[in-house]
């Protein structure tokens, strides 16, 4: 044993922690914008885009994540372009979180009622203004409770940055592990850690389905 | 850029990735079939158990639900072996995804019960039916027909996340890959090939329980 698991240590993971929330939050916005685009993109007017992104999703939904973050941590500093850990992830982690919240999103946009989208042709609205001020206002009640939840996934999918070197909770507790060879004690923690940070998006998820009494669209992921 | 493609050499090793992908297949499907029996078993503890066991699954499940899948596997490989339980790196991938999978299909087989009407299993009994036909085929049967959907893009999600096990190194396709990487440092060829091989499973998989839904729950003319 070179050194005790103290509570230094404990308060080395907690300081880990940080960088779980700070790549969860880069992937949430990074995820969330370019997933609000695929979602638009998927029922726009036009069937060459729709078809495009729905296959663009479904092949990104078929690639593991990890798959995504060593192809582009490995795979693109080949080609001489230095890439750091943290940017490959941000990369990898927006790619991987829009193909899912797109998913999540559109099956909110669509269920806002159809005769929505034909009041707002009587009353001569575009596409993107029916969209702005009429679909996306309701849709956004019935994805509040599907997108809380998919965070938790988010959070939990950043543990996966620790397989390309990036130091975040997950790293940090593999690291920890390796000088104190105290497994139980570690990982326990850093279980723990994760679970303070997930288990309340989770309960939020829930009541939020209660209260705004929408079905639940089930949110999965590992 | 000047950078020459070398998918040639990388090809030639087509065989061990073949065999690597055959892991990861056998892998996903023994953890499909075990995390589903341990789901149903939980689901039906939770929905009719006794309450210390219907909480004692619940604990289970939200604990699951709310940790990363890599920090399991890192409990399951490291801190296992403290209690005396040695497994070699593919047998712990297995529980680790048994454990996995098991806490997201009690949820969703939870959902299916639910949606039985007890005035169906009243019925049942007023047939003569015993406590196991009971289960057999005016629970379980309809209830996992009702989720098969949700199932079935749980049970993908486990092959996609089977790729997290080469973080203990099992051998399974994304570990040959990385060994691969390390001695040929072809990285965007190696990890273009495995992406397009697990798009391939994932797409397979699909297809097998398409298959698989059409002989469980035929569909009844008229």
Known sequence: MLRDFGLNEVWFLVLAARWTLALSAVAFVGGGVVGL????????????????????????????????????????????VRIDAWTAAAVAFTIGTSAYLADIWRGCIQAVPQGQWEAAKALAL?????????????????????????????????????????????????QMNTITFEPVRVFGTVSLLYFAMCFPLSMLARRLERKLHVGSLRVQAL | MGYTFQFGTVLGYWPQFLEGAWLTVKLSAFAMTFGLAVGILCALARSYGPKPLAWAAAVYVEFIRNTPFLIQLYFVFFALPNAGIRLDPTKAALLAMTINLGAYSTEIVRAGLESIPAGQIEAGRALGLNRLQIIRFIVLLPAIKAVYPALTSQFILVLLGSSIVSAIAAEEL??????????????????????????????????????VHAVLFPQRAG
């Open chain 2, 174 to 211: 994304t570990a040959f890959a990385n060994t691969l990487n390390m001695q040929t440092f072809r990285s965007f060829e190696i990890y273009a090939i495995v992406t397009l091989i697990y798009i391939a499973l994932a797409f397979g998989f699909r297809a097998v329980f398409a298959g």
């Open chain 1, 126 to 174: 575009n596409f993107r203004l029916t969209l702005a001020l009429i679909v996306i206002p309701q849709a956004v009640r019935m994805a509040l409770p599907p997108t809380v939840g998919y965070m938790v996934q988010v959070v939990k999918g950043t543990s996966l940055a620790a397989l390309i070197g990036f130091t975040e909770l997950a790293k940090a507790g593999a």
């Open chain 1, 37 to 80: 685009l695929l979602a638009v993109a998927r029922i726009s007017p036009w069937r060459w885009l729709r078809v495009a992104v729905s296959g663009w999703i479904q092949v990104v939904q078929a690639t593991p994540m990890l798959m995504l973050l060593l192809l582009f941590y490995f795979g693109i500093n080949m080609f001489g």
